[in-house]
């Protein structure tokens, strides 16, 4: 089984559920904060760690994260295939020994980035053409673990990618669409600007979005 973790109501899957859908994929979208069980690592084929507005660092105000910490913890220990977005990526540079800095290097909108050379012979990003471009909506930011291969960078945020065995963790959000752009930037005072850029170049994100899971679920089996 496919798990989505999910962290936020309004950090939902966008265009990663869809396409699950669309292609009849079985996955089944955990709301961890609403304190639904988590599943056992070692009986999953593939899991989706989503964002949230919280950080890594908030377990006080959050409790329910100090399960997620675990999950992941055991994801990476019973080497199951791991995508981790944003807040999901955070928590698994922070498992593997990474720093994960608050207010630093957040971006917003839609950025370039580039891939390292690592990156560029890695399975998860195989077929993105370079540079690439992919929503950004994060204040706080990670460094690659001491143990992790760094994937991708952009000028302003170093930490985008990295990899460690068979978990992935990217600071970026792939699985964005219109809807959730919108809801996220609505309160920003620069709501519009932000929708106008993703509406310009929604086909190309959703490319990019749509490689990244092909490739993620081509290393599942699915």
């Known amino acids: 089984m496919l798990y989505i973790i999910q962290n936020h109501p309004d950090v939902p899957a966008g265009i990663y559920g869809d396409l699950l859908k669309t292609a009849r994929i079985p996955f089944q979208t955990i709301c961890a904060d609403r304190g639904v ?27 329910f994260l100090r399960g997620v910490k675990n999950f992941v913890r055991d994801c990476v220990s019973a080497n199951t295939l791991f995508f981790g977005i944003c807040l999901g990526g955070q928590l698994l540079a922070e498992v593997l020994g990474g720093e994960v800095k608050a207010r630093c290097c957040g ?8 891939l390292t050379p690592a ?8 077929g993105v053409k370079v540079p690439f471009s992919a929503f950004q909506w994060h204040n706080d930011s990670f460094s690659p673990p001491p143990t992790a ?30 809807a959730i752009v919108r809801n996220w930037t609505k309160e920003s005072g620069r709501s519009l600007e932000y929708q106008q850029d993703f509406s310009r170049r929604e086909i190309e994100l959703r490319s990019f979005g749509t490689r990244l899971l092909g490739n993620f679920l081509e290393m599942a089996g699915c």
Do not use: N
């Not at 291969?149 to 970026?172: D, I, K, Y």
């Open 37 to 63: 069980p988590l599943p056992v690592a070692t009986s999953a084929t593939a899991v989706i760690v989503l964002g949230g507005y919280m950080g890594v660092h908030d377990v006080e105000q959050f409790p």
């Open 107 to 114: 971006e917003k909108g839609v950025c370039q980035l580039k």
């Open 119 to 126: 990156g560029e012979e890695d399975p998860l990003f195989r």
């Open 149 to 178: 291969q760094w994937l991708a960078s952009s000028a302003t945020c170093p930490g985008q990618a990295f990899r460690h065995g068979r978990a992935w963790g990217v600071q970026f959000h792939p699985e964005a669409d219109l």
